[in-house]
């Protein structure tokens, strides 16, 4: 089982990680929310302890950005004590649950293992279109049955057009989702159509339908039809 700890007080996060780690959890840490939701995101965590008060992004910034994503990952808010508006904002935002600081750790056992218990939703692991698709998990892509080797950036860029296949990315939407942290550097565009270049080799040269289809002075999309 693995937790996402995101909580910037040094010292409570170190106890949260020893803690867990004695009871056999895997544990990451971020201590800002912009770490928090970047690792949120990608990561495959089981459940992520977020605390409010948080410096770059707070906590409940990062849990609304995270649920907008489309990421369903069980949420636990560490919230000021007695703030009950803090929890039902922290609820209607969709965390699953909370805790008001200071907390036993027993406690937070409790709650973590309660979340666990849950039956987990089934996540869609494979996007498709035609006959090629891209396993999320394994990082495998295949088209007509073939695996293709993709470098990180490009699987980034195909994971993105796939899960919002039939809609047009522009280059900007590419290189705010792939290259986040830089996505201001300069040539950020042509980095996007250097990179999209690649990945149409791999994807569609020799292949009489072209999946990866640009959209003159918009951007790129896929889908089985021109
Ligand atoms: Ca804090």
Known sequence: MKILIVEDEFKLAQ??????????????????????????????FDV???????????????LCELRQSGSIVPVIMLTA????DDRVKGLDLGAD????????????????????????VELRTILRVADLELNVKSREVRRDGRPIELTPK??????????????VLTKAMIMDHVWPSDADCQGGSNLVEVYVN?????????????????????GYIIQERA
């Not at 990680?17 to 990561?43: H, I, N, P, T, Y």
């Not at 020799?206 to 990866?212: E, N, P, R, T, Y």
Request: charged share 30%.
């Open 97 to 120: 649950d909370y805790l008001s600081k200071p907390f036993d750790f027993k406690e937070l056992l409790a709650r973590l293992r309660a979340i666990l218990r849950r039956p987990k």
């Open 81 to 84: 004590r007695n703030n009950v």
């Open 154 to 167: 490009e699987f980034g860029i195909l994971e993105y057009l796939l899960s919002r296949k039939g809609l």
């Open 15 to 44: 106890v949260l990680q020893q803690g867990l780690k004695e009871q056999g959890f895997v544990v990451e840490w971020a201590g800002d929310g912009s770490l928090g939701l970047e690792l949120a995101r990608g990561g495959d």
């Open 198 to 218: 690649h990945l149409r080799k791999k994807v569609d040269q020799d292949q009489a339908v072209k999946l990866i289809q640009t959209v003159r002075g918009s």
């Open 48 to 62: 992520v302890v977020l605390d409010v008060m948080l410096p770059g992004k707070n906590g409940f910034e990062v």
